[in-house]
């Protein structure tokens, strides 16, 4: 099966950036989207961004708390987070889909593969 490899993490002043990647292997998984997702303690899984594999960026049904997606393979993403916050403070996941639908795509259930989750953690 297809193993979702994730980096970056760690702890990070306000206002600072922090860059991560996701790199998928294995299995035969035909991924149509890469997608990123946070959950804080006592929180739901949320959706961050997502990039489909012919470069659609989709975002959350609210503008607000936006990152930057990007990916130079259909196997690798990154997340560039810029002016951090506290309130960002989360376990960031990877995830992979075979979905590219804008609505199944913001939901944890559109995902097939996910990464293990690293901890984000922006100090006031």
């Known amino acids: 099966q297809v193993q979702l490899v994730e980096s970056g993490g760690g702890f990070v002043q306000y206002g600072g950036s922090l860059r991560r990647s996701c790199a998928a292997s294995g299995g035969t998984f035909r991924s149509l989207a890469m997608g990123w997702f946070r959950q804080a303690p006592g929180m739901e899984r949320e959706f961050v961004v997502a990039v489909s594999s012919s470069g659609r960026t989709y975002y959350p049904d609210s503008p607000k708390g936006r990152f930057t997606i990007s990916r130079d393979t259909v196997n690798t993403v990154y997340l560039q987070m810029n002016s951090l916050k506290p309130e960002n403070t989360a376990v960031y996941y990877c995830?992979?889909?075979?979905?590219?639908?804008?609505?199944?795509?913001?939901?944890?259930?559109?995902?097939?593969?996910w990464g293990q989750g690293n901890q984000v953690t922006v100090s006031s």
């Open positions: 995830a992979d889909s075979n979905n590219d639908g804008v609505v199944v795509l913001r939901l944890p259930a559109g995902y097939n593969y």
